[in-house]
């Protein structure tokens, strides 16, 4: 095996020996490298013969491992443990403290620097690093991984929502089971993440955590320098520093029972209610008119397409500008703090719920009262009392949803994905065709309820055709048993009505059919998986709206009986 | 409480109720250590109870209360003292408050007036003895002062004489004795040489930063220890020995991507693939999805039972009624944790993916409608089988059918009208009919169990048939008489009023007889495999059987003579032989590339055959091209059990057990390179299936563009 593609591929172990590393070491050092394994293309070729199962990795890749610097420092640290433990065994205290001192440590930036080598391709790859660190953010203080580590994720996270809120380049909010997603979109890259709820975790046991610090480490250096680069191009200042002006004194007392001042300000800057400090303090600056060049090539729709979808995106983001938000304490803060702020609207919330509340309950200027409970007892006249959904559908559909079927107690219109893009034959649930509607700017609630009584009339009209059939049926069993030997009889036959078109479509068909028989196999073989796809999409397609319609009716009857009594 | 007791080293455990009164309870304890330190009068009673320090409650319901020191039991006093008893003792007896009840021996014990005045000076918190001086001179044994003798008389061990290793590496001139200490000269004897001097160095460097170093602190230290950290200090203040620096911990950020180059590529190699990003939500993810998202009773059990590698959603779809009931989600961690999985163990491929349109594959034929005509619909059913028809047959003229059917009978219809003009019966099932194709004789083979008939029906030109039986009758017996395998028979009676003119005996079963196209030979396959005996050639006029083979590769399926050239082809399972009969000699092996070849049919051209097989296939093969087939075309869902040429129309058709007749245009150009069109024009269905078997046999009309069908539900259609 001197040549070929064996000579391409080295197996784990094989590596793991030539790196001189534990499996624990180089595992690490794939992970922060990025190096994964290759599947060949003669799986037995390369294994010289064997069949075994075995993962390889690509000989070029693992020489690329061999000069990073990281190496030596594993080795180090691998020989720091061993010394720890001795002087542990031994019982000697001071040198395992002056051991501990001198723990040798790694930095990554090189790394993010070669894997990485524009900013671009960073941002690109950002959509793990966020969820990963929010995620760990959410970590309790204890056990399972260093407090430093959260706080760091915790600082990073933080600093990345205010940077969103002061571009203001969130375009999609989803509430699923699983988590919250968000979609912004930076510097043309779409950047989506998922952020847990706020509940403690019942730690898997089935997880290696190690593996999952050691991505930690590497997203949070990641995400720490795109920060960086991010509050520069905005020339804001990093680390991120409030907006001194508007704050009152009036409010220290209380921040002083929030938090010590240690963590006063990382809770100020998490409560995402304050704007921040640029670096030129600029009003003028912001919003000169962009000139537009059409592309080569670009015709004038295109052009005018992309000067309203323009105008399409600066709308949405300023969809909430001017309204006046209160948070209920139930409803998930950060959550909608984040996204409100992302939109141009102010939010507040009770003093007791958290730090950076900038006004009351009793505030006459807010319009809307974000609530999350069955009912309320104390309501103001002047504002709108709706459920969280609003919010987020809000910004899913890009303008401002009529806010009757989110009221107080009301049951929810469903909350639908923004993330599904419908091709043609794909099954569309009618809340979808719906805002489709809405956003075109037609009402169809009236339509909606003339159809409905449509579909009665027509109903008993169906009823009363059937009863026709049945009398006529009934006449007829009557006659056959009066008469049974009705004499036999010979009536001029009627000339079927020729379908032409249908005909024709059946002809079509026909041929297609044939000419589908002389096909070669291997195209037989595509063709009929390409078909086969297809066939299935509609039936699921089919079968859904099946299952709604069952569904619809069901509602239906029940309402009426509920009517009834 | 406790008392230290004038050095006797004697301690009171007084646990409860001394504070309160003495006629409550003195317990044991007390009165035995009254007992033993003042050696009262009571002590000459001499009455120990032995049971020890437990709860008299014990021995409530005994006449005794324990055991002396003889063993003997103590027995309670005889009392019968009652509260009024209690009473007048109170109120009469003059020593009752310094009476006590003792429960060890159960009496009443009267105190004594020095056991009064102890019990008053404890509850004062003195001592107990009055002759304790609790202030005398303290004498100080551990001073600073430091004395000329030892405190102990213990000697100085080894180790305070050595040196330690790190002292000898500081001491600098290793040629100086080494230095001496006793203890005497510490005042905390405990401590080594060594600790001293690191506590000496400690104390140096805590000092060293800020205040500088007293010297008189380490006046009484040794000279060569003073020398070494003299010099630790000197170093510290030089600036040679820094303090450690407190370690930073928060990161530091800068822009990574000043100076970055938009055209570099990733340093590795080419072929690094990024990672793709995470599946975006769909709607059936959100908390409250509409409600055709949710999953059925049935589809949730279906899901719960599927492994969770083959499920299509990886959770269960769920419905909350607002924001505040969503729960967490409890595979949060593992969701993510697998992502980390696929990261970095995951190998990475790019998958092409195909983008055909798949009206493009299909190949661009001509239409159907321009190769007209061809059989399109369903015209004539020919009723009267009451079993399977395996053979059809229609007669050069093209005006009359037989029918050869499991129920025994031969039928004789017209074409145009379906009517059964004849019915012969035979004697057992009828495997094959073919109609003499030479147009000047009307003769039917029928071959059933192991006999071949040959019929004149008697039908059409009546001077054709008078001829045929002057043709078969003008035999004249040879001179001398060869042995044959076959006997040729001439039926007598009835049969020969039914038309049957000769009756042919084969040794084996016939399935198959097939007429070549002057009407002279006729040839009967015998499929038994390996045998000698598998087909024979009759000529009739003769009377005469050949065979033509010494030798059989396989079992012979079917047999057919060329329509214009001495060959003959054999079709065994999987190969079709042609031989040239005058040259007597194998000129072609077709591979028929199939399992079971069923039927074979030749292109009246010559040059073309179709094979049908039992595995869904029909080949055709150019005798001109290749040995392979030309084309295989697999139009059929099930086993092919019949195929045909048209005579004139550029047409063939297949049969099979799916109950359908295909109808192909097989156009076949004079022109030598350019090869033979196929297009399949019409599907004809009609048949019903019954025991899983549909169409058996095929035929085409010899002038008209129609075909016959015979089929398992004892039918014969025709389609025009």
């Given at each position: 095996?001197?040549?070929?593609?064996?000579?391409?591929?080295?197996s784990?172990?094989?590596?793991?020996?030539?790196?001189?590393?534990?499996?624990?070491?180089?595992?690490?050092?794939?992970?922060?490298?990025?190096?994964?394994?290759?599947?060949?293309?003669?799986?037995?070729?390369?294994?010289?013969?064997?069949?075994a199962?075995?993962t390889?990795?690509?000989?070029?890749?693992i020489?690329?491992?061999m000069h990073?610097?990281?190496?030596?420092?594993?080795?180090?640290?691998k020989?720091?443990?061993?010394?720890?433990?001795?002087?542990?065994?031994?019982?000697?205290w001071?040198?395992?403290?002056?051991?501990?001192?001198?723990?040798?440590?790694?930095?990554?930036?090189?790394i993010?620097?070669?894997?990485?080598?524009?900013?671009?391709?960073?941002?690109?790859d950002?959509?793990d690093?966020?969820?990963?660190?929010?995620?760990?953010s959410?970590?309790?203080?204890?056990?399972?991984?260093?407090?430093?580590?959260?706080?760091?994720?915790?600082?990073?996270s933080?600093?990345?929502?205010?940077?969103?809120?002061?571009?203001?380049?969130?375009?999609?909010?989803?509430?699923?089971?699983?988590?919250?997603?968000y979609q912004?979109?930076?510097?043309?890259?779409?950047?989506?993440?998922?952020?847990?709820y706020?509940f403690?975790?019942?730690?898997?046991?089935?997880?290696?955590?190690?593996v999952?610090?050691?991505f930690t480490?590497?997203?949070?250096?990641?995400?720490?320098?795109?920060?960086?680069?991010?509050y520069?191009?905005?020339n804001?200042?990093?680390?991120?520093?409030?907006?001194g002006?508007?704050?009152g004194?009036?409010r220290?007392?209380?921040?002083?029972?929030?938090?010590?001042?240690?963590?006063?300000?990382?809770?100020?800057?998490?409560?995402?209610?304050?704007?921040?400090?640029r670096?030129?303090?600029?009003?003028?600056?912001?919003?000169?008119?962009?000139?537009?060049?059409?592309?080569?090539?670009?015709?004038?729709?295109?052009?005018?397409?992309?000067?309203?979808?323009?105008q399409?995106?600066?709308?949405?983001?300023?969809?909430?500008?001017?309204?006046?938000?209160?948070?209920?304490?139930?409803?998930?803060r950060?959550?909608?703090?984040?996204?409100?702020?992302c939109?141009?609207a102010?939010?507040?919330?009770?003093?007791?719920?958290?730090?950076?509340?900038t006004?009351?309950?009793?505030?006459?200027?807010?319009?809307?009262?974000?609530?999350?409970?069955?009912?309320?007892?104390?309501q103001?006249?002047?504002?709108?009392?709706?459920?969280?959904?609003?919010?987020y559908?809000?910004v899913?559909?890009?303008?401002?949803?009529?806010?009757?079927?989110?009221?107080v107690?009301?049951?929810?219109p469903?909350?639908?994905?923004?993330?599904?893009?419908?091709?043609?034959?794909?099954?569309?649930?009618?809340?979808?065709?719906?805002?489709?509607?809405?956003?075109?700017?037609?009402?169809?609630?009236?339509?909606?309820?003339?159809?409905?009584?449509?579909?009665?009339?027509s109903?008993?009209?169906?009823?009363?055709?059937?009863?026709?059939?049945?009398?006529e049926l009934?006449?007829?069993?009557?006659?056959?048993?009066?008469?049974?030997?009705?004499?036999?009889?010979?009536?001029p036959?009627?000339?079927?009505?020729?379908?032409?078109?249908?005909?024709?479509?059946?002809?079509?068909?026909?041929?297609?059919?044939?000419?589908?028989?002389?096909?070669k196999?291997?195209?037989?073989?595509?063709?009929?998986?390409?078909?086969?796809?297809?066939?299935?999409?509609?039936?699921?397609?089919?079968?859904?709206?099946?299952?709604?319609?069952?569904?619809?009716?069901?509602?239906?009857?029940?309402?009426?009986?509920k009517?009834?009594? | 409480?406790?008392?230290?007791?004038?050095?006797?080293?004697c301690?009171?455990?007084?646990?409860?109720?001394?504070?309160?009164?003495?006629?409550?309870?003195l317990?044991?304890s007390?009165s035995?250590?009254?007992?033993?330190?003042?050696?009262?009068?009571?002590?000459?009673?001499?009455?120990?109870?032995?049971?020890?320090?437990?709860?008299?409650?014990?021995?409530?319901?005994?006449?005794h209360?324990?055991?002396?020191?003889d063993?003997?039991?103590?027995?309670?006093?005889?009392?019968?003292?009652?509260?009024?008893?209690?009473?007048?003792?109170?109120?009469?007896n003059p020593?009752?408050w310094?009476?006590?009840?003792?429960?060890?021996?159960?009496?009443?014990?009267c105190?004594?007036?020095?056991?009064?005045?102890?019990?008053?000076?404890?509850?004062?918190?003195k001592?107990?003895?009055?002759?304790?001086?609790?202030?005398?001179?303290?004498?100080?044994?551990?001073?600073?002062?430091?004395?000329i003798h030892?405190?102990?008389?213990?000697?100085?061990?080894?180790?305070?004489f050595?040196?330690?290793?790190?002292?000898?590496?500081?001491?600098?001139?290793?040629?100086?004795?080494?230095?001496?200490?006793?203890?005497?000269?510490?005042?905390?004897?405990?401590?080594?040489?060594?600790?001293?001097?690191?506590?000496?160095?400690?104390f140096?460097?805590?000092?060293?930063?800020?205040?500088?170093?007293?010297?008189?602190?380490?006046?009484?230290?040794?000279?060569?220890?003073?020398?070494?950290?003299?010099?630790l200090?000197?170093?510290?203040?030089?600036?040679?020995?820094?303090?450690?620096?407190?370690?930073?911990?928060?990161p530091?950020?800068?822009?990574?991507?000043?100076?970055?180059?938009p055209?570099?590529?990733l340093?590795?190699?080419?072929m690094?693939?990024?990672?793709?990003?995470?599946r975006?939500?769909?709607h059936?993810?959100s908390?409250?999805?509409?409600?055709?998202?949710l999953?059925?009773d049935e589809?949730?059990?279906v899901?719960?039972?599927?492994?969770?590698?083959e499920?299509?959603?990886?959770?269960l779809?769920?419905?909350?009624?607002?924001?505040?009931?969503?729960?967490?989600?409890?595979?949060?961690?593992?969701?993510?944790?697998?992502?980390?999985?696929?990261?970095?163990?995951?190998?990475?491929?790019?998958?092409?993916?195909?983008?055909?349109?798949?009206?493009?594959?299909?190949?661009?034929?001509?239409?159907?409608?321009d190769?007209?005509?061809?059989?399109?619909?369903?015209s004539?059913?020919?009723?009267?089988?009451?079993?399977?028809?395996?053979s059809?047959?229609?007669?050069?003229?093209?005006?009359?059918?037989?029918?050869?059917?499991?129920?025994?009978?031969?039928?004789?219809?017209?074409?145009?009208?379906?009517?059964?003009?004849?019915?012969m019966?035979v004697?057992g099932?009828?495997?094959?009919?073919a109609?003499?194709?030479?147009?000047s004789?009307?003769?039917?083979?029928?071959?059933?169990?192991?006999?071949?008939?040959?019929?004149?029906?008697?039908?059409?030109?009546?001077?054709?048939?008078?001829?045929?039986?002057?043709?078969i009758?003008?035999?004249?017996?040879?001179?001398?008489?060869?042995?044959q395998?076959?006997q040729?028979?001439?039926?007598?009676?009835?049969?020969?009023?039914?038309?049957?003119?000769?009756?042919?005996?084969?040794?084996?079963?016939?399935?198959?007889?097939?007429?070549?196209?002057?009407g002279d030979y006729?040839?009967?396959?015998?499929?038994?495999?390996?045998?000698?005996l598998?087909?024979?050639?009759?000529q009739?006029?003769?009377?005469?059987?050949?065979?033509?083979?010494?030798?059989n590769?396989?079992?012979?399926?079917?047999?057919?003579?060329?329509?214009?050239?001495?060959?003959?082809?054999?079709?065994?399972?999987?190969?079709?032989?042609v031989?040239?009969?005058?040259?007597q000699?194998?000129?072609?092996?077709?591979?028929?590339?199939?399992?079971?070849?069923?039927?074979?049919?030749?292109?009246?051209?010559?040059?073309?055959?179709?094979?049908?097989?039992?595995d869904?296939?029909?080949?055709?093969?150019?005798?001109?091209?290749?040995?392979?087939?030309?084309?295989?075309?697999?139009?059929?869902?099930?086993?092919?059990?019949?195929?045909?040429?048209?005579?004139?129309?550029?047409?063939?058709?297949?049969?099979?057990?799916?109950?359908?007749?295909?109808?192909c245009?097989?156009?076949?150009?004079?022109?030598?390179?350019q090869?033979?069109?196929?297009?399949?024009?019409?599907?004809?269905k009609?048949?019903i299936?019954?025991?899983?078997?549909?169409?058996?046999?095929?035929?085409?009309?010899?002038?008209?563009?129609?075909?016959?069908?015979?089929?398992?539900?004892?039918?014969?259609?025709?389609?025009?």
């Amino acid at each position: 095996y001197e040549s070929g593609s064996a000579t391409n591929y080295i197996s784990r172990n094989k590596a793991r020996k030539k790196l001189s590393l534990s499996l624990a070491d180089f595992r690490r050092l794939c992970i922060l490298k990025g190096i994964y394994p290759h599947e060949p293309k003669h799986k037995k070729k390369v294994n010289k013969g064997s069949t075994a199962q075995r993962t390889f990795y690509l000989l070029k890749d693992i020489r690329f491992l061999m000069h990073e610097p990281i190496v030596g420092k594993f080795r180090e640290y691998k020989i720091f443990v061993r010394k720890l433990r001795k002087a542990y065994g031994k019982a000697e205290w001071g040198t395992a403290e002056k051991l501990r001192g001198n723990k040798p440590g790694y930095k990554l930036d090189h790394i993010i620097k070669e894997r990485y080598p524009t900013f671009i391709d960073a941002l690109r790859d950002v959509d793990d690093a966020l969820s990963m660190c929010f995620l760990f953010s959410t970590f309790p203080r204890t056990g399972k991984c260093h407090v430093q580590t959260i706080e760091l994720c915790r600082r990073l996270s933080v600093e990345w929502m205010n940077y969103i809120i002061t571009l203001r380049s969130l375009r999609k909010v989803f509430l699923s089971i699983k988590g919250i997603y968000y979609q912004a979109e930076v510097l043309g890259q779409t950047i989506t993440w998922l952020v847990p709820y706020q509940f403690a975790h019942d730690h898997p046991t089935d997880v290696d955590y190690r593996v999952m610090a050691t991505f930690t480490e590497l997203y949070t250096t990641l995400l720490g320098f795109i920060n960086f680069r991010l509050y520069q191009t905005l020339n804001l200042v990093y680390p991120p520093k409030l907006d001194g002006k508007g704050e009152g004194e009036s409010r220290a007392e209380s921040e002083e029972d929030y938090a010590m001042d240690s963590e006063c300000y990382m809770e100020k800057l998490s409560a995402l209610s304050a704007s921040l400090v640029r670096v030129v303090s600029t009003a003028e600056a912001e919003e000169a008119e962009l000139d537009h060049f059409p592309a080569e090539g670009e015709d004038g729709e295109k052009l005018a397409e992309r000067l309203k979808a323009r105008q399409d995106q600066d709308r949405q983001e300023k969809l909430f500008e001017g309204l006046k938000f209160f948070l209920n304490r139930e409803v998930p803060r950060e959550s909608l703090a984040f996204v409100l702020r992302c939109f141009g609207a102010q939010v507040s919330w009770d003093k007791s719920l958290c730090i950076g509340s900038t006004y009351d309950v009793t505030d006459e200027t807010i319009t809307h009262h974000v609530v999350d409970r069955p009912s309320l007892e104390k309501q103001y006249i002047n504002r709108y009392y709706v459920q969280p959904q609003w919010v987020y559908d809000c910004v899913n559909a890009r303008m401002l949803l009529p806010v009757e079927d989110y009221f107080v107690g009301v049951t929810l219109p469903p909350h639908l994905s923004p993330f599904v893009e419908e091709k043609e034959g794909d099954y569309v649930p009618p809340e979808k065709l719906k805002l489709l509607a809405l956003q075109k700017g037609e009402r169809p609630e009236q339509e909606e309820e003339e159809e409905e009584e449509d579909n009665d009339d027509s109903e008993e009209e169906e009823d009363e055709d059937q009863s026709h059939d049945e009398d006529e049926l009934k006449g007829m069993e009557e006659k056959q048993a009066l008469g049974k030997a009705s004499s036999v009889k010979v009536t001029p036959g009627e000339a079927k009505p020729v379908n032409r078109q249908r005909a024709e479509q059946e002809a079509k068909a026909e041929e297609k059919r044939l000419a589908v028989m002389m096909m070669k196999k291997r195209d037989k073989y595509l063709y009929d998986k390409i078909m086969f796809g297809k066939k299935r999409s509609v039936r699921e397609a089919n079968k859904m709206s099946a299952k709604r319609k069952a569904l619809d009716e069901a509602s239906k009857a029940n309402k009426k009986k509920k009517l009834k009594k | 409480m406790c008392f230290y007791n004038g050095g006797k080293g004697c301690v009171l455990n007084l646990r409860d109720s001394l504070t309160l009164s003495i006629s409550l309870s003195l317990s044991l304890s007390l009165s035995l250590s009254l007992s033993l330190s003042l050696s009262l009068a009571f002590c000459s009673q001499d009455i120990r109870n032995t049971v020890g320090n437990i709860p008299m409650e014990w021995y409530k319901d005994y006449p005794h209360i324990g055991y002396d020191l003889d063993g003997k039991k103590i027995f309670k006093p005889i009392r019968n003292k009652d509260e009024l008893d209690e009473f007048l003792d109170k109120m009469e007896n003059p020593d009752y408050w310094r009476t006590i009840h003792d429960k060890m021996t159960g009496t009443d014990v009267c105190l004594s007036d020095e056991q009064v005045d102890l019990v008053h000076r404890l509850q004062q918190g003195k001592f107990g003895d009055v002759n304790f001086n609790e202030y005398e001179p303290a004498i100080d044994f551990f001073s600073n002062e430091v004395m000329i003798h030892p405190v102990t008389n213990r000697p100085a061990d080894k180790r305070s004489f050595i040196p330690s290793l790190i002292e000898k590496e500081k001491a600098s001139p290793p040629a100086l004795p080494p230095p001496v200490f006793t203890s005497t000269h510490l005042h905390l004897p405990g401590w080594s040489p060594s600790m001293r001097s690191e506590a000496a160095f400690a104390f140096a460097a805590r000092n060293a930063s800020g205040l500088g170093l007293d010297e008189s602190c380490f006046e009484q230290l040794d000279s060569n220890l003073l020398a070494s950290v003299g010099k630790l200090v000197h170093a510290i203040k030089m600036g040679w020995i820094k303090p450690r620096r407190p370690k930073e911990t928060a990161p530091q950020y800068y822009d990574l991507w000043a100076k970055e180059d938009p055209n570099a590529i990733l340093g590795r190699h080419k072929m690094h693939i990024p990672a793709p990003k995470m599946r975006l939500p769909g709607h059936e993810e959100s908390y409250n999805p509409p409600p055709e998202y949710l999953l059925t009773d049935e589809e949730r059990q279906v899901w719960e039972q599927q492994d969770p590698d083959e499920r299509k959603l990886s959770f269960l779809p769920q419905k909350y009624l607002s924001l505040r009931a969503v729960p967490a989600f409890s595979r949060f961690i593992q969701e993510r944790f697998e992502r980390c999985l696929d990261l970095y163990l995951c190998p990475r491929q790019r998958k092409m993916r195909v983008n055909v349109n798949p009206e493009d594959l299909i190949p661009k034929l001509p239409r159907p409608r321009d190769l007209q005509p061809f059989p399109t619909l369903q015209s004539l059913v020919y009723h009267g089988h009451s079993s399977l028809i395996r053979s059809i047959s229609i007669s050069p003229s093209g005006q009359w059918l037989v029918s050869g059917s499991d129920d025994c009978t031969v039928r004789f219809w017209e074409v145009c009208t379906t009517r059964c003009l004849k019915i012969m019966e035979v004697g057992g099932p009828v495997k094959s009919v073919a109609w003499n194709p030479a147009p000047s004789i009307s003769l039917v083979a029928v071959s059933y169990g192991e006999n071949v008939l040959l019929v004149n029906p008697g039908l059409g030109d009546r001077l054709i048939c008078s001829a045929t039986d002057q043709l078969i009758s003008s035999y004249e017996e040879p001179e001398e008489v060869k042995d044959q395998q076959v006997q040729w028979a001439v039926p007598e009676g009835k049969a020969q009023e039914q038309g049957q003119r000769l009756i042919l005996t084969h040794p084996k079963a016939v399935k198959q007889v097939s007429w070549h196209g002057r009407g002279d030979y006729l040839a009967c396959v015998m499929p038994d495999d390996g045998s000698s005996l598998q087909v024979v050639i009759h000529q009739v006029s003769r009377r005469r059987t050949q065979n033509p083979f010494h030798r059989n590769k396989g079992a012979v399926q079917c047999v057919s003579f060329h329509p214009s050239r001495p060959y003959f082809l054999v079709a065994t399972q999987r190969y079709v032989r042609v031989y040239n009969l005058i040259k007597q000699e194998l000129t072609k092996k077709l591979m028929a590339n199939c399992k079971w070849i069923s039927s074979m049919a030749v292109h009246p051209g010559g040059d073309n055959v179709i094979c049908g097989s039992y595995d869904c296939r029909l080949a055709w093969f150019d005798l001109d091209l290749s040995t392979k087939p030309y084309k295989v075309l697999r139009h059929h869902k099930k086993a092919l059990r019949g195929v045909a040429y048209h005579k004139h129309y550029p047409l063939f058709a297949s049969g099979s057990d799916d109950g359908t007749v295909i109808v192909c245009h097989g156009m076949v150009y004079n022109d030598l390179l350019q090869n033979p069109l196929i297009v399949p024009v019409k599907v004809l269905k009609g048949h019903i299936i019954t025991h899983d078997l549909g169409v058996l046999d095929v035929a085409f009309h010899p002038t008209q563009p129609w075909v016959f069908s015979s089929g398992a539900d004892g039918t014969v259609r025709l389609f025009t």
